[in-house]
C-alpha cells in the first residue's frame, strides 16, 4: 500500500467512525424520548427530572 493509498484509508475509517458515532447518538436520543413518554404524568415525576432519567438509562446501558 502506497503512502496516498494509506491516507485514503485513514480517512474512510475517521467517516465510518463519524457515521457509528452519529447512530449511537440517534439511538440515545430515542431512549431519551421513550424515557420520556414513559414518564410524563407518572405522580411524583417532574419534567425536570426526565433528563436525569434518560441519563441514567443511557449510562446504565453503557
Not at 474512510?12 to 440515545?28: I, K, P, T
Amino acid at each position: 500500500m502506497s503512502g496516498y493509498d494509506a491516507v485514503v484509508v485513514l480517512r474512510a475509517r475517521a467517516r465510518q467512525v463519524a457515521h457509528e458515532q452519529a447512530e449511537l447518538y440517534a439511538d440515545m436520543v430515542e431512549v431519551a424520548e421513550r424515557v420520556r413518554r414513559e414518564v410524563v404524568g407518572l405522580p411524583g415525576v417532574w419534567d425536570s427530572d426526565v433528563p436525569k432519567f434518560a441519563a441514567a438509562e443511557v449510562a446504565a446501558a453503557l
